[in-house]
């Protein structure tokens, strides 16, 4: 699972682009854009300040 990003809570600070390993996140101008590039490192998920992306599937195993 790619990454959850959470609309409302993101501020597009661009944080999670930078961290991400493998480039797989594009900020656009009303939201991110995660490629199938991910490799679900979870490090986007670490790096965001206010933790607006969430691992699917990190939590009771929901997906
Ligand atoms: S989980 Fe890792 S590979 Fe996937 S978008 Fe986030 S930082 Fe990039
Ligand atoms: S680090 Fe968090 S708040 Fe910043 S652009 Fe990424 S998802 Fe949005």
Redo the contacts with the bound molecule.
């Keep these: 699972m790619k990454p959850e ?1 959470d609309d409302d ?9 930078g ?1 991400c390993p493998v480039n797989a ?1 594009f ?1 656009k101008e009303s939201t ?1 854009d995660i490629k199938d590039d991910c490799t679900e490192c979870g490090m ?1 998920v670490k ?4 933790h ?2 969430d691992m699917g599937g990190d939590q009771n195993g929901r997906r």
Excluded at 47 to 50: L, Y
């Design positions: 990003l809570k993101c501020m597009r600070c661009g944080a999670c682009v961290s996140i900020l991110l986007c790096i965001c300040p206010i607006a992306l």
